[in-house]
């Protein structure tokens, strides 16, 4: 009797490797539990809730949304347009969004408050339908913020659910293209900008790549830098696989 042979079902390697990987970056060091901050591990991926309200769509000019001060009369509805946080109630005056072919230079969707918002807000991140807009993405001056090349499918008459929600300071967004990391000057670090320069220029160096001799090299200076003599866990209670993983898979 002649027997069949099946071949095994392949593993998708690749899938197994994430899955490790996953597993590695949600497991937290041991020892780190009591310097992280407090009720971490209790924080839900969710985030906790500022300010909830339902937008019913306008249309002025080809812009989508609710605004309150892009021209004489209000476009479009908010169910609520204000929310506190940190003991300080803010008016939301502009939800408006744009369809843009050119969505490098055009921003997509712009959100105005008042009065600004204070240093910590890169903790808050706006679910507009499915979409999530980290604040600290957003273009601005803490006042007015825009995304660009985002995709929304708002139409005149929709409703849409908004909510902005506030994540624990660990845990905080930090923009993907380096934009605000520098507080008195967001641009730093961005595409297309000078790098932050705190010394002279050694034009001997640049022509040699030799530094001069009263001065120690590079790797003497990084090692100085980075010392430490024991292990120094984040607050965020992971390891230092999670800004590596985040490289990658920006890059």
């Known amino acids: 009797m002649q027997s069949i042979w099946r071949r095994p079902r392949a593993v998708d390697v690749s899938v197994v490797a994430m899955m490790v990987l996953l597993g590695m970056l949600l497991i937290a ?29 306008g249309n002025e000019g080809g812009r989508l949304g609710y605004g309150s001060r892009a021209s004489r009369r209000t ?5 609520s347009n204000a929310f506190t946080w940190r003991g300080t109630t803010y008016t939301v005056s502009n939800v408006l969004y744009q369809r843009s072919r050119d969505h490098e230079r055009t921003w997509s969707v712009v959100v105005d408050v008042s009065p600004p918002l204070p240093d910590g807000f890169e903790c808050l991140t706006l679910q507009v339908g ?20 985002v995709e929304l499918p708002w139409r005149s008459g929709s409703t849409v659910d908004l909510s902005l929600r506030e994540f624990p300071q660990a845990l905080e967004a930090r923009a993907v293209d380096g934009w605000g990391n520098n507080r008195d000057r967001p641009e730093l670090g961005t595409r297309d900008q000078r790098l932050l320069r705190r010394a002279g220029v050694s034009f001997e160096y640049a022509m040699t790549d ?3 001799a009263d001065l120690p090299n590079a790797r003497v200076v990084s090692n100085m830098l980075s ?18 993983w985040g490289q990658i898979s920006v890059f």
């Open 130 to 149: 499915d979409e999530w807009l980290n604040l600290s993405d957003g273009r601005g001056n803490r006042r007015q913020f825009f995304w660009y090349g």
């Open 210 to 212: 030799e530094p001069p």
């Open 75 to 79: 476009v479009g509805a908010l169910s």
């Open 227 to 244: 010392a430490q003599s024991g292990r120094v866990p984040g607050s965020a209670q992971v390891m230092d696989m999670l800004w590596a």
């Open 29 to 57: 060091p041991p020892d780190v539990g009591a310097e992280g901050e407090a009720g971490l591990s209790a924080i839900t991926a969710s985030g906790s809730e500022v300010w909830a309200a339902t937008l019913t769509v």
